[in-house]
């Protein structure tokens, strides 16, 4: 038998999974206030899926546009979201936004600037006002580097290509991770009083996505086998804009920002097609014709926004309908179009490295010819369920922020409303963690027969003489997703990915890693594949429960928002018996104020009237 | 759909060799892809590093037919039909396993560059800067850490001074804080003496090979190098210049 003492183990206070944005402000906020911290992480430091994100992060700064503030930006987040939010989480988030933002300023982010040299605000979909500050379009990297580097001067530990494999329970209670170096195949044990999963999502269940290889689902796996409610997995977000060609780069992002600053949907006859999609609840605040459209694009404040920046939900149901019915460009997409909005030299300085990386990749200068863009799978809206102030999950001592976390965007997120999110939640987890630990009365101890059950778990794959190949397992799942859960669902549909991801679950069950630990990927893959499952079962069930189309999750047998889902929750849980079990739960009535901001008419709010 | 001939280093520290594999491939590959397939089809526990795919992360860095490179940003269409494709990790780093490297040391020299160290906030609150200040260290600032620069520098490369000099990457790094509006820290005595800014004679090998086309020397490493220059030969110029700060 296995003895765990011979498992390498280090001890913390708090251990945070996962170094994107959400991950790196807990670690920052736990060793300020004291705490003997530790991160891990699956890749190198500064290649999370933070160093990804483009078009900026949203804070209602009003450098721009003065008439910002916390209240538009909350109502505006409520909207994207269906209403769907957890209220108190979009209030937080709009409240503390600016003073996140203006902290990183301070741990030395170069920002663009305005005229006036204040942090510079760019348009996005959705939002009111200019309000995404930015650095060109890399801004993620802008923000995981400062990140990084604060949280090197901090000097608490770094656990890098380190992958969390289990989380370990002492009774009820968070007592530690069980991981595994990838370089060496070895195991390793950290005892912690309180976890923080800041882990990302889990977009590699599909094929067309906008996520890397770390994607897998693993925190939503992780904190579900732990017990922990996960909460409106039904809610997976497509952007409308992934590029389609070729092949191999399909679904790789194309920033909003193309659109927020003059880019134009079009269809193969040419036509701005959004102008026919507007909903109903946005026709007040939408541009009626190119020609409104283009005045509020230079500037003029009485014109209305285009319809290229409504919503991504509503942006990427219409590129679907227009593929659908034939007006598709080519390859299967719509066109993009910057270059006849913006002379060449502008396209260059404020979107580099989309210039650069169509390209490189798709051999099209964008300064002389459209882009081919069609939807891919970008952001879970879903994740842990956690409490809105503490971040803590259902599971005492375990706390979840960023993406792996439910509940700040509702039914559909705000392009921006992620690198805030991040920072503002990453610390209250970070407080919340701290304060858990300080009250913890007893130290729990992991129970040793879960480490060695998962030990023997993850050494099975590398000890079968035959066995399935797990990339091909992997490939079949994107298949399954892709065919039965995409952008619009049937009740048919899902109930044959249900039939299908159990067919899988046994062949994952059989999966084979030939060679040795030492930085193995098939095993890594085969590893990986468990959280996928998980992540891909569990979307597929809320998506089944939810009889109604709201946000990112449509469904053609129940069209349209019902007033009976407005208030409900999709809860998926590990049952008694293991397995998985839904339940609808009604959310919590929101305080008067707050929705009087989040149903007031935006000339009632800035003449400050709520 | 072609049949291409790829020669990969396999092994680990302990050693290895060049194994030859014949794969598909279909248009618009970059080399990256054809390593997955290869992964998925032929060698299943193949060791590379990625994460984005799209040249912004950093992570895929090796040297393909003797060139650093990036394999997600490597487009298969630039090699000639018949040519056979050699690809081996970066050599200036201990070899992990197959294309992956031991990094850690980059990692290390970051960690000895004095932090930034911000000016206080003005009564309202606002730090201002000015676009055209701000446009010199965002050069630095898109430094992705791929460390290809770091791999080619012969400094570190084939002098194996490591000990020695921080290489180019780290000198930008140096440079993006020297240079940002804000920061009032003085690092110019240990751009000289820890951190080795002598050793660089100027060849722009890094330039050439950096995927962000960050002016790595004339920009970063040259504009340093005054500043030593300035400080150390010229003692009453680096006086008056510690009396009156000017960045
Ligand atoms: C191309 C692209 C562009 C985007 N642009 C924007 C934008 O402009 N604005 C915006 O607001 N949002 C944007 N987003 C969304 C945003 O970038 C992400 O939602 C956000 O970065 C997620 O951050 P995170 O901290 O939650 O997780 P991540 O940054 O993804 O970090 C997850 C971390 O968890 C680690 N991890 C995962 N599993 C394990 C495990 N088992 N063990 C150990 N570690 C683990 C990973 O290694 C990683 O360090 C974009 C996303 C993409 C893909
Ligand atoms: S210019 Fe200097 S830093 Fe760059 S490769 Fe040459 S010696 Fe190295
Ligand atoms: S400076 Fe350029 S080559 Fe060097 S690590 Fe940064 S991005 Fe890579
Ligand atoms: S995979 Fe990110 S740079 Fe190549």
Redesign the pocket.
């Known amino acids: 038998m296995l003895d765990v003492s011979e498992i390498q183990t280090f001890e913390h206070d708090v251990l945070v999974?996962?170094?994107?944005?959400?991950?790196?402000?807990a670690a920052i906020e736990c060793s300020n206030r004291g705490m003997n911290t530790g991160l891990?992480?699956?890749?190198l430091?500064g290649?999370?899926?933070?160093?990804?994100?483009?078009?900026?992060?949203?804070a209602a700064l009003g450098n721009v546009d003065r008439r910002d503030n916390w209240k538009v930006h909350f109502r505006d987040t409520m909207r994207g979201g269906k209403f769907l939010n957890q209220w108190r989480m979009a209030e937080l988030h709009a409240r503390e936004a600016p003073d996140r933002v203006r902290e990183l300023e301070e741990w030395g982010a170069v920002f663009d600037r305005t005229t006036e040299g204040l942090i510079s605000q760019r348009n996005?979909g959705g939002h009111r006002y200019p309000r995404?500050a930015?650095v060109g379009?890399r801004?993620?990297l802008e923000m995981?580097r400062t990140l990084q580097d604060q949280a090197v001067l901090k000097g608490f530990g770094i656990y890098m290509e380190?992958?969390?494999?289990q989380l370990l329970l002492g009774g009820r209670q968070i007592a530690g991770?069980l991981?595994y170096w990838r370089e060496s195949g070895r195991f390793v044990l950290f005892r912690a009083r309180a976890v923080v999963l800041?882990?990302?999502?889990g977009?590699r269940a599909w094929r067309i996505?906008?996520?890397?290889w770390?994607?897998?689902g693993?925190?939503y796996a992780?904190a579900y086998e732990a017990g922990a409610q996960l909460m409106d997995m039904e809610f997976t977000q497509f952007?409308p804009t992934g590029m389609v060609w070729p092949p191999s780069v399909r679904g790789?992002?194309v920033?909003?920002?193309v659109r927020g600053d003059g880019g134009v949907l079009l269809n193969s006859k040419r036509e701005r097609f959004m102008f026919r999609y507007i909903p109903e609840k946005f026709s007040v605040e939408t541009a009626a014709s190119e020609e409104e459209a283009n005045r509020w694009l230079k500037g003029d404040k009485t014109a209305r926004r285009p319809p290229e920046l409504l919503t991504r939900d509503v942006v990427a149901r219409a590129i679907t309908q227009e593929v659908n019915e034939g007006r598709g460009s080519p390859h299967g997409g719509v066109f993009l179009d910057i270059a006849s909005r913006l002379p060449a030299e502008t396209i260059r300085r404020k979107l580099p490295s989309m210039y650069h990386q169509f390209k490189e990749l798709a051999e099209v200068d964008i300064t002389r010819e459209p882009m081919e863009v069609g939807p891919t799978l970008?952001?879970?809206m879903g994740g842990a369920r956690v409490d809105s102030d503490t971040q803590m999950t259902t599971v005492p001592g375990l706390f979840a922020?960023?993406?792996?976390?439910a509940g700040m965007h509702g039914a559909n997120?705000?392009?921006?409303?992620?690198?805030?999110?991040?920072l503002v939640f990453?610390r209250l987890s970070g407080i919340g963690a701290a304060q858990y630990v300080r009250g913890l009365g007893h130290v729990p101890r992991v129970e040793e027969d879960a480490v060695r059950a998962a030990v023997r778990r993850a050494t099975e794959v590398l000890n079968r003489d035959t066995g399935t190949n797990p990339y091909a397992v992997h490939e079949d799942l994107q298949g399954v997703m892709g065919r039965y859960v995409g952008i619009v669902r049937a009740e048919g549909d899902l109930k044959i990915a249900l039939v299908e991801l159990e067919r899988l679950k046994a062949d994952a069950a059989r999966v084979r890693a030939p060679g040795a630990s030492q930085y193995n990927a098939a095993w890594h893959e085969a590893l990986?594949l468990r959280?996928l499952l998980v992540t891909a079962e569990a979307v597929t069930r809320a998506a089944l429960v939810r009889q109604e189309s709201r946000g990112a999750h449509t469904r053609v047998d129940y069209p349209g928002e019902r007033q009976e889902w407005q208030n409900m929750n999709v809860i998926v849980r590990r049952g008694k018996d293991g397995r998985m079990e839904t339940e609808v739960e009604r959310r919590q009535e929101p305080p008067k104020t707050l929705a009087a901001i989040a149903y007031a008419t935006i000339e009632d709010l800035e003449a400050n009237r709520v | 759909m072609s049949e291409r001939l790829f020669r990969i280093w396999r092994g680990t520290a302990a050693g290895g060799s060049f194994v030859e594999y014949r794969v598909d491939v279909d248009p618009g590959m970059v080399v990256l892809d054809v390593l997955h397939r290869i992964q998925a089809r032929l060698a299943n526990d193949l060791a590379i590093r990625w994460n984005?795919k799209?040249g912004?992360c950093g992570s895929c860095s090796m040297e393909i037919n003797g060139r650093p490179r990036l394999a997600c940003m490597t487009r298969m269409n630039q090699f000639g039909g018949a040519e056979m494709i050699a690809v081996q990790p970066m050599k200036t780093f201990p070899v992990v396993k197959d294309l992956v490297t031991d990094v850690s040391w980059n990692y290390e020299q970051n960690r000895r560059i004095p932090p930034f160290r911000p000016k206080p906030r003005p009564a309202d609150g606002q730090y201002r800067m000015r676009q055209v200040d701000v446009d010199r260290v965002q050069e630095f600032r898109k430094c992705i850490e791929c460390f290809l620069c770091q791999d080619v520098c012969h400094v570190l490369r084939d002098q194996s001074r490591k000990d020695a000099f921080v290489g180019p990457r780290l000198m930008i790094r140096l440079a993006s804080l020297e240079m940002h509006p804000l920061d009032t820290e003085d690092r110019v005595p240990a751009l000289r003496e820890e951190f080795g800014s002598g050793l660089c004679n100027i060849t722009r090998c890094c330039t050439e090979v950096c995927p962000e086309q960050i002016q790595i020397t004339d920009n970063g490493i040259i504009p340093l190098k005054e500043r030593v220059v300035d400080r150390y030969f010229d003692p009453l110029l680096g006086l008056v210049r510690k009396v009156f700060r000017r960045k």
Do not use: P, Q, W
């Open positions: 999974i996962g170094a994107g944005g959400a991950g790196l402000r891990m992480c699956k890749s430091l290649k999370a899926h933070t160093v990804m994100a483009e078009g900026g992060v949203a996005f995404l930015h379009d801004t993620g995981i380190c992958t969390a494999l991770v991981g800041a882990t990302g999502g977009g996505t906008s996520n890397s770390e994607y897998t693993d925190g992780m952007h790789i992002l920033t909003e920002g970008h952001y879970f922020a960023g993406e792996a976390a997120r705000l392009g921006g409303n992620s690198l805030s999110d991040l990453g990986d959280a | 984005c799209a912004k």
